[in-house]
């Protein structure tokens, strides 16, 4: 989607009026938040407003200033204050709390594992103590590619309580992809695991771990391997001499060995997380430790209604910020039991998810509309086969459609729960559009109204603001800053500012009120004052609530000697919500074959990763391009979703869109 009248097609097909569900008087009751001024006290009390969420953790030393806004878009919250996060999500807890379960995890394989919060004071200790054996210092980045087993959360919480950001990089990736983040990152040290089970295999994870560091420019010295089963490790792993080192020889030589959290500025950056953007090259989201951490905290106890006695389970990844905001950090600073489960939905059987939700008795259950999609199509008997009871339920990642969520209130939530529909960002470190559930009623499709203290807006393309609640469709802008926002791109301030302010912002100001963070969103703010969310406008996709840059695929793509030119774009799907089709002109003298179907795929999964496999691949002759040579993928879209071509005459050769259609319809 590219101009106003594509984004007023997919409102159309989107805008049915909804009816509002009510929270029930006994969720509402017991609600972490019914002050109803809330939202007028953020908006008159802005910024200072946000010191309630700070409150919310343990500082070493209290901040001088809420938000230092003195070098706009690089602000700094609570400046001056000093803290430790592996602190405020561990040791502070351990009076009121140490024999509570922080991390309940169920592996694939039907393993649990209960840690207590004494327990995860002890092995984050003793990873803290065995990342600095392996050389790790204050500030070095450590990269991770763990998959969820505890070793993630530890090593995560381990790297904070020294002062060493973390940048964990989703299991699912692929070595090329790893290779490119540790390089991006300059780490010295990688952390992996051997193995862990998918479907029922054990895969060998860390020889992906092997090919990366044989693959990146950096020369790593240290890759710290976890082994999946206590002490054992997977029969087809090697370990390399003098570099790779076994996790569980460094933790026994530091069986009581206790360590410092470090006192960490507030500014200081916590972890990176990489995300595709609008060129080739994923960008490190960079988060702060103070402002980060206050704001996944008070949306974790606001917006998700978390209490300490709760048992809390967000079937996400932690290898994408969901997981680190939503099962780690935000859930762990307030002391709750926080549920992680190894495996696939579906193994050994569709009632997976539901037998555990039984099993541990959650509360409140956190997953994504591909997830709901999923369930609904395997159908309602699975869920109920067993006794759960939810009080709260979360989507997020993607728009939900309303026959969605209505069977996700219904059929999961008994028609009792309330839902919450979050929108956020990897950039934004938590919620920015959700209601607080006791105080406005759900409507299915909308994530709802700004959260306290947010000043979202709609702009035309010319950046001109939209007027307000007046239901009409533009680009989604933040207008104020706030404590979760990241910090800047890992190393490349100049792309910070290109990618989420150039566009809307007067960039030569030094005054706040001139600097615009475009989300990249089409939105709508509707008259009742909900927002809700449309979906990409820029080159970046969502597929199956994985966010994925339309450049990284073509240059993948590319890559592949047989083709000479490739465009990609995305197909509304009904489960997954959009999939990557892709567009092939072949080298002269190549002609369209499986088997060079089957190495565009192996390209995409080499360079990203398997969860990015194309759906479809078109060989064809031309692509649509403008006079200037540029690829109008907005045309291929439309194919690709048997829409209308609409208007064709700016092309250079006004016939190629039809020629496309007409040869994707022979394939
Ligand atoms: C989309 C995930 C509609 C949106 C937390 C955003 C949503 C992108 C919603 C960020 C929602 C996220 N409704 N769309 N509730 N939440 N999105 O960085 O397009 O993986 O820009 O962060 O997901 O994806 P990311």
């Known amino acids: 989607m590219s101009d106003d009248d594509d984004i007023d097609a997919a409102l159309e097909s989107r805008l049915t009026e909804q009816e509002y569900f009510r929270p029930s008087p006994d969720f509402v009751g017991q609600a972490n938040c019914t002050d109803s001024d809330i939202y007028d006290r953020y908006e008159e009390n802005y910024p200072e407003a946000f010191a309630e969420y700070a409150e919310l953790l343990d500082w070493d030393e209290r901040w001088d200033q809420v938000l230092d806004d003195s070098n706009p878009p690089f602000y700094g919250w609570f400046t001056g204050g000093k803290l430790n996060a592996s602190a405020n999500c561990i040791d502070r807890h351990l009076d009121e709390r140490k024999n509570q379960t922080a991390l309940l995890w169920e592996g694939e394989d039907g393993t649990q594992r209960n840690i207590t919060y004494q327990d995860l004071y002890r092995e984050v200790n003793q990873m803290a103590a065995a990342l600095k054996d392996a050389g790790v210092e204050e500030d070095d980045v450590v990269t991770l590619h763990l998959p969820m087993v505890p070793a993630l959360p530890i090593t995560m919480l381990a790297c904070a309580r020294i002062g060493a950001p973390h940048s964990e990089v989703f299991a699912g990736f692929s070595a090329q992809a790893l290779a490119d983040r540790v390089d991006d990152a300059d780490s010295d040290v990688v952390v992996t695991v051997d193995g862990y089970y998918r479907r029922g295999d054990f895969l060998n994870h860390k020889q992906k771990a092997d090919e990366a560091l044989d693959l990146a420019d950096k020369d790593v010295d240290k890759l710290l391997v976890w082994e999946r089963h206590d002490g054992e490790l997977h029969e087809d792993v090697g370990l390399q001499d003098g570099r790779d080192l076994l996790v569980s020889e460094l933790m026994a030589d530091n069986e009581r060995a206790t360590v410092e959290p470090v006192s960490r500025d507030a500014e200081d950056p916590l972890f990176l997380m990489y995300t595709s953007g609008t060129t080739g090259k994923p960008k490190g989201c960079q988060h702060r430790?103070?402002?980060?951490?206050?704001?996944?905290?008070?949306?974790?106890?606001?917006?998700?209604?978390?209490?300490?006695?709760?048992?809390?389970?967000?079937?996400?990844?932690?290898?994408?910020?969901?997981?680190?905001?939503?099962?780690?950090?935000?859930?762990?600073?307030?002391?709750?039991?926080?549920?992680?489960?190894?495996?696939?939905?579906?193994?050994?059987?569709?009632?997976?998810?539901?037998?555990?939700?039984?099993?541990?008795?959650?509360?409140?259950?956190?997953?994504?509309?591909?997830?709901?999609?999923?369930?609904?199509?395997?159908?309602?008997?699975?869920?109920?086969?067993?006794?759960?009871?939810?009080?709260?339920?979360?989507?997020?990642?993607?728009?939900?459609?309303?026959?969605?969520?209505?069977?996700?209130?219904?059929?999961?939530?008994?028609?009792?729960?309330?839902?919450?529909?979050?929108?956020?960002?990897?950039?934004?470190?938590?919620?920015?559009?959700?209601?607080?559930?006791?105080?406005?009623?759900?409507?299915?499709?909308?994530?709802?109204?700004?959260?306290?203290?947010?000043?979202?807006?709609?702009?035309?393309?010319?950046?001109?603001?939209?007027?307000?609640?007046?239901?009409?469709?533009?680009?989604?802008?933040?207008?104020?800053?706030?404590?979760?926002?990241?910090?800047?791109?890992?190393?490349?301030?100049?792309?910070?500012?290109?990618?989420?302010?150039?566009?809307?912002?007067?960039t030569d100001s030094d005054d706040m009120a001139d600097w615009v963070y475009k989300a990249g969103d089409g939105a709508v703010h509707e008259r009742d004052g909900y927002f809700r969310i449309l979906g990409r406008l820029d080159d970046v996709m969502n597929v199956a609530g994985h966010r994925l840059g339309t450049m990284e695929l073509e240059s993948a793509v590319s890559e592949v000697e047989d083709v000479a030119e490739a465009a990609v774009v995305s197909r509304e799907h009904d489960e997954k919500g959009e999939v990557p089709d892709v567009y092939v002109i072949l080298r002269e003298g190549v002609e369209p074959s499986e088997e060079v179907r089957q190495r565009i795929v192996t390209a995409v999964e080499e360079e990203i990763g398997k969860f990015a496999r194309p759906n479809a691949i078109a060989f064809v002759d031309d692509l649509p391009k403008t006079r200037s040579g540029k690829i109008m993928r907005r045309l291929l879209e439309n194919i690709s979703n048997d829409e209308d071509l609409g208007d064709t005459t700016t092309l250079r050769d006004p016939s190629v869109p039809e020629r496309i259609r007409d040869q994707v319809q022979d394939d």
């Open 289 to 506: 430790t103070g402002g980060y951490l206050s704001y996944a905290t008070a949306t974790s106890k606001y917006v998700l209604d978390i209490e300490p006695e709760d048992t809390y389970w967000c079937a996400a990844d932690i290898g994408w910020i969901t997981g680190h905001s939503y099962i780690v950090y935000g859930p762990l600073a307030l002391g709750t039991t926080s549920v992680m489960y190894e495996g696939a939905p579906d193994h050994p059987h569709k009632g997976r998810i539901w037998e555990i939700a039984e099993k541990y008795d959650v509360d409140v259950f956190h997953t994504s509309p591909t997830a709901v999609r999923m369930f609904m199509k395997w159908g309602e008997q699975y869920p109920q086969d067993y006794d759960f009871d939810f009080r709260h339920m979360t989507t997020v990642g993607e728009p939900i459609q309303p026959e969605a969520w209505l069977w996700y209130y219904k059929y999961i939530g008994d028609e009792d729960a309330v839902i919450v529909d979050t929108w956020w960002q990897t950039e934004t470190g938590g919620h920015l559009i959700t209601n607080l559930p006791a105080l406005k009623d759900m409507k299915p499709g909308s994530a709802g109204y700004p959260c306290p203290g947010i000043e979202p807006a709609i702009l035309d393309d010319n950046g001109e603001p939209l007027e307000e609640a007046a239901g009409r469709a533009g680009n989604l802008v933040i207008e104020k800053p706030w404590p979760g926002m990241l910090q800047t791109v890992y190393g490349d301030d100049e792309r910070f500012i290109d990618e989420y302010w150039r566009d809307f912002s007067d």
